[in-house]
């Protein structure tokens, strides 16, 4: 005689409100990790980029120290009028070979495929003061303050000259004496992904017209 299974004991399966409730919990979960991953990840690339900068400013000051004055963003003997937004592979060349004050070009990770300034990717940009500081916009007050060179990246934001109202450059950001100009700097409080330029000199982080 066939045994009765006792359905007691029967193995019981998934109801579809029980999947669906699975579905959802995993959704809620996801859109509370994701962004939280993703801003993680941006405050990283944000580290890297000052650990990479601290490193490009200790080779310029080293390189200074040796040849008496910046690596040049231009060939040598090309004059350069005021701040000079060079080509930044012709600085990092001279801070590369023949003597390794650094090893490579560090990448900006915040470069989003900017053909110009570097083939491929974009480096941190270089700017050099040479020449008369007093003819060009946002020289004379940035040499009064110290700041002999700049290295900026366009942020996690994507910064861009056009995104302000008049446009700046990282220069006139430095030199500027309008504070709310002074103020288009990265601020990660004002949003992780937010507008504003990563600067820094030979006088550290740009922080602003509260910083220096």
């Not at 193995?11 to 409730?21: A, C, D, N, S, Y």
Request: aromatic share 8%.
């Amino acid at each position: 005689m066939a045994r009765l299974s006792n359905p007691a004991n029967a193995r019981r399966g998934f109801t579809l409100v029980e999947l669906i409730l699975v579905v959802l919990i995993i959704a809620v979960l996801s859109l509370i990790a994701v962004p939280n991953f993703l801003e993680a990840q941006v405050r990283a690339k944000v580290a890297r980029l000052h650990a990479d900068m601290r490193t490009v400013a200790a080779a310029i000051e080293s390189y200074a120290t040796d040849h008496g004055r910046e690596p040049v963003g231009a060939q040598e003997g090309q004059f350069v009028l005021g701040w000079g937004e060079q080509e930044s592979d012709l600085a990092y060349s001279a801070m590369t070979t023949p003597v390794a004050y650094i090893t490579q070009a560090p990448h900006d990770p915040f470069c989003y495929g900017e053909p110009h300034r570097a083939p491929v990717y974009r480096t941190t940009q270089y700017v050099n003061e040479l020449g008369d500081a007093s003819t060009c916009l946002g020289c004379p007050k940035s040499v009064e303050r110290g700041h002999l060179w700049a290295l900026s990246s366009r942020g996690p934001g994507g910064t861009r000259e056009s995104d302000f109202h008049p446009p700046v450059t990282p220069v006139e950001v430095i030199g500027s004496l309008n504070p709310l100009i002074q103020s288009h700097v990265y601020d990660p409080t004002n949003g992780t992904i937010s507008k504003g330029w990563v600067i820094r000199t030979n006088r550290g982080v740009y922080l602003g017209p509260l910083g220096n």
